[in-house]
């Protein structure tokens, strides 16, 4: 039943800021009747940062329109992120044109929601992220897999610069990139299958990241310049790995 918690059930904390004082407040009110939600309101970008640090925040709702600034809120996702890096971000977007999807996929968010969706899909949504999964439709997920696809090159470093990953290991995530499996990058790269499952088991350790899809997303976020795309079948592949991944919701249910 809907907004029903159990004693033990574990409340999410909700920054929500939206795109002006009365729209953030309504918000907040229509989702704080989902009593698995705590929701902290935030009304202007310069807030967001304190209010989340003060009430601890799992989950920030976002629009992509504050301060009478369009895509001024993926600006402010990428400054929360950068200082709260365990924050999970949802995106409320006006528009999904596919350049505005890829754009708050590159700001960190993890839930891409329409303003014509309902207060009760962006409750699901919202618990979604938390749950550490991929909230958005199989039209935005192919955005990103062309994105993907076409931009197989990462930058892996920490905040001095240095390589996270070694040369072997890069090789790998491009392979995962592609949407090879752990058994065709080992046939590509000469190794047992077990070498490449130790590789990725590290990669996901040093890019703090849990499975393969937040691999990807993350190979999104830190795409280097464009090169040559890959031919049609490494496409193919990289968006079967994705929306086949029990990782990601789309239209508000498992692909």
């Known amino acids: 039943?809907?907004?029903?918690?159990?004693?033990?059930?574990?409340?999410?904390?909700v920054l929500v800021v939206d795109s002006s004082r009365i729209h953030t407040e309504l918000l907040a009110e229509a989702l704080q009747k989902d009593r698995r939600l705590d929701v902290i309101s935030a009304h202007s970008s310069v807030e967001v940062l304190d209010r989340a640090r003060q009430h601890g925040a799992d989950v920030a709702a976002i629009s992509t329109y504050l301060d009478d600034t369009p895509h001024r809120g993926m600006e402010v996702?990428?400054?929360?992120?950068?200082?709260?890096?365990?924050?999970?971000?949802?995106?409320?977007?006006?528009?999904?044109?596919?350049?505005?999807?890829?754009?708050?996929?590159?700001?960190?968010?993890?839930?891409?929601?329409?303003?014509w969706e309902s207060i009760r899909a962006l409750c699901r949504c919202v618990r979604c992220v938390y749950d550490g999964q991929i909230w958005a439709r199989a039209e935005h997920v192919s955005y990103a897999v062309e994105a993907l696809a076409s931009t197989p090159t990462v930058r892996a470093t920490d905040a001095r610069g240095f390589n996270l990953l070694s040369a072997r290991e890069m090789e790998v995530v491009r392979g995962l990139a592609e949407g090879?499996?752990?058994r065709e990058i080992a046939d590509q790269m000469g190794l047992s299958y077990h070498t490449i499952k130790n590789h990725v088991?590290?990669?996901?350790?040093?890019?703090?990241?849990?499975?393969?899809?937040?691999?990807?997303?993350?190979?999104?976020?830190?795409?280097?310049?464009?090169?040559?795309?890959?031919?049609?079948?490494?496409?193919?592949?990289t968006?079967?790995?994705?929306?086949?991944?029990?990782?990601?919701?789309?239209?508000?249910?498992?692909i």
């Open 239 to 254: 968006e079967r790995s994705l929306l086949t991944s029990r990782f990601i919701r789309a239209d508000a249910s498992t």
């Open 77 to 115: 996702l990428r400054g929360l992120r950068s200082a709260q890096p365990n924050i999970r971000g949802v995106m409320l977007l006006d528009s999904v044109a596919r350049e505005t999807v890829l754009e708050a996929f590159r700001s960190g968010a993890r839930g891409i929601f329409s303003r």
């Open 1 to 13: 039943m809907e907004g029903v918690v159990t004693q033990n059930a574990q409340r999410i904390r």
């Open 180 to 182: 090879l499996t752990n």
């Open 201 to 237: 088991f590290r990669i996901f350790e040093k890019l703090g990241v849990s499975n393969r899809v937040e691999l990807l997303f993350m190979t999104l976020s830190l795409a280097a310049t464009p090169q040559q795309p890959p031919e049609p079948a490494a496409l193919a592949r």
